[in-house]
C-alpha cells in the first residue's frame, strides 16, 4: 500500500490542522493505520493508531485529549485532527500502515510496513 500524508503547516499555538492520509493499493481496510512524529534531533514517536474497522483507537499521552484519529475505508483516508496545538508538537508527521491486528503492535513503530512521505507540523509560540 502507497501512503500520501498532507496538510501539515505553520500554526499559532493553540490553533488547529488536520492532517490527512490518502492510500492506494491493496486492500485499505485490511490494515491498522498509525501516526508518528520525529522532531528535530529526537527519535520518532507514536502519536496515535486506529484499528482496521475504526471502532478502537490509541494515542500518546502528550496527546491524548486534544488529538483524534479517524478513518474513512471509503476513501482510503485516515486523519489526525489535532486541537490545542503547543510548540512541542512541532515536528514532521508521518503515516504508516500494518497489517498487525493486535493493539500491541501498534505503538510501536517497527511493526509497521509502509510509510508515508510525512508533513511538517510547525507550532509558533
Known amino acids: 500500500v502507497q501512503l500520501q500524508a498532507s496538510g501539515g503547516g505553520l500554526v499559532q499555538a493553540g490553533g488547529s490542522l488536520r492532517l490527512s492520509c490518502a492510500a492506494s493499493g491493496r486492500s485499505f481496510n485490511s490494515f491498522a493505520l498509525g501516526w508518528f512524529r520525529q522532531a528535530p534531533g529526537k527519535q520518532r514517536e507514536f502519536v496515535a493508531a486506529?484499528?482496521?474497522?475504526?471502532?478502537?483507537?490509541y494515542y500518546a499521552d502528550s496527546v491524548k485529549g486534544r488529538f483524534t484519529i479517524s478513518r474513512d475505508n471509503a476513501k482510503s483516508t485516515v486523519y489526525l485532527q489535532m486541537n490545542s496545538l503547543k510548540p512541542e508538537d512541532t515536528a514532521v508527521y508521518y503515516c504508516?500502515?500494518?497489517?498487525?491486528?493486535?493493539?500491541?503492535?501498534?505503538?510501536?513503530?517497527?511493526?509497521?510496513?509502509?510509510w508515508g512521505q510525512g508533513t511538517l507540523v510547525t507550532v509558533s509560540s
Open positions: 504508516a500502515a500494518t497489517a498487525y491486528n493486535s493493539p500491541g503492535y501498534y505503538l510501536k513503530s517497527n511493526y509497521y510496513g509502509y
Open positions: 486506529i484499528n482496521w474497522s475504526g471502532d478502537s483507537t
